[in-house]
């Protein structure tokens, strides 16, 4: 298992940003509406975000032994700074530390996948993250149609596996059989120039 303590923290307090931009133009934006226009917006960026570079530990990461959030964003002086490569800086960003956990479970551990299952709030606007995911991780990746409920909700799975379990069930099967039996999903497929951005 991969744990990290950063994920999107470091993009809410960007987006925060850019709504109270919004407000001081009179512009009253519904998050949903800021976090899926930026993150649109994102898509238009270089593959390798024009050189820009995000550390979104706004706590301590046990991934790469940081013992306290520094959250921390540089470029060069001829780094591509635009709309697009920053929303898509933070949003790879996002994901870093879990890729440096997966690297260590498929190199270390021979841990073998074929696809995952993505859950979370950065789900919620549909295929950019889960795209920036899967090229992150050179895996498919899959997001499912309750994709927006993160950690709690799967607290809570993991629980009702715990109380409802029978005759040694797997977790696999539970989820297969049970939880996600009759959810719609869709899956991305890495994308060989992202991967290498």
Not at 18 to 24: H, N, Q
Not at 97 to 104: A, F, Q, S, V
Request: hydrophobic share 40%.
């Amino acid at each position: 298992m991969v744990h990290t303590n950063n994920s999107s923290s470091d993009i809410n307090a960007w987006v925060g940003l850019f709504g109270e931009f919004a407000k001081a133009l009179g512009l009253q934006l519904k998050p949903d509406d800021l976090y899926g226009t930026l993150f649109a917006e994102s898509v238009k960026g270089d593959q390798d975000a024009g050189g820009l570079v995000n550390f979104a530990y706004l706590s301590g990461e046990n991934i790469t032994k940081m013992p306290e959030g520094r959250p921390l964003f540089v470029r060069k002086p001829d780094a591509k700074l635009n709309l697009a490569n920053f929303i898509k800086t933070q949003i790879y960003s996002a994901f870093a530390p879990l890729e440096i956990g997966m690297d260590i479970l498929l190199r270390e551990e021979h841990i073998k996948t074929n696809v995952l299952v993505a859950q979370g709030g950065i789900f919620k606007t549909p295929v950019v993250a889960q795209q920036v995911l899967a090229d992150a991780l050179n895996t498919p990746i899959s997001v499912m149609e309750n994709a927006g409920e993160g950690g709690p909700w799967g607290m809570a799975v993991l629980a009702l596996f715990c109380i409802n379990r029978k005759n040694g069930e797997s977790l696999e099967d539970y989820l297969a059989n049970r939880v996600f039996k009759d959810s719609t999903k869709a899956t991305l497929y890495p994308e060989p120039a992202s991967v290498q951005g």
